[in-house]
């Protein structure tokens, strides 16, 4: 924890220092993107080990290892190309809860300065445009239109990494 207060106060002054408002917008994006990675990594690692688990305990495996196989073979022939397509479905998944986190955001005030559709929805809040369609409308239908071509895109992902999922959605 000593850690992490030390290291805050650090980027606090280093953030402070920066003069040019652009570099000091992407540098804040930047430190809301890893911490939106911080706490969003162990769903992903909880799959990637429970599917991990899984594929190790097939006869193939076994079979790989009776046969002189290293670890590394076994990882990078038979564990890792099974995984891929959950990984990639799962981070693309992940993309829709960071757009819509990140406008949250800037909506409740917590914002790195670059124009994003949270921010002229916070702008709209803050200013009184509330109530001027134009300010609402078009950022939330942009946001919820990346956010179902995200989930839209993991769902496909999904359906070629899964083939039994196939059947049920067609």
């Known amino acids: 924890i000593l850690v992490l207060i030390a290291t805050a106060v650090q980027a606090s002054a280093f953030i402070t220092s920066i003069q040019d408002p652009v570099t000091k917008g992407w540098v804040l994006l930047g430190i809301i993107m890893i911490i939106l990675v911080i706490f969003g990594w162990p769903g992903l690692a909880i799959v990637i080990r429970s599917f991990t688990l899984s594929i190790k305990g097939e006869a193939y495996i076994d079979a790989a290892k009776a046969l ?74 942009l946001i919820t239109i990346t956010s179902m071509t995200f989930i ?6 999904e359906k070629y990494a899964e083939p039994r999922l196939r059947g049920r959605r067609e």
């Open 68 to 141: 002189g196989a290293s670890h590394n073979r076994i990882m990078f022939k038979h564990i890792l190309p099974q995984l891929t397509p959950y990984i990639l479905a799962n981070l693309v998944l992940s993309v829709p809860s960071a757009i819509v986190t990140e406008a949250g955001l800037a909506i409740l005030g917590i914002s790195h300065g670059l124009p994003t559709w949270g921010g002229i929805l916070a702008d709209a809040r803050t200013k009184g445009y509330i109530t001027y369609w134009w300010w609402i409308f078009p950022p939330g239908i």
């Open 152 to 157: 839209f895109l993991g769902l496909a992902l």
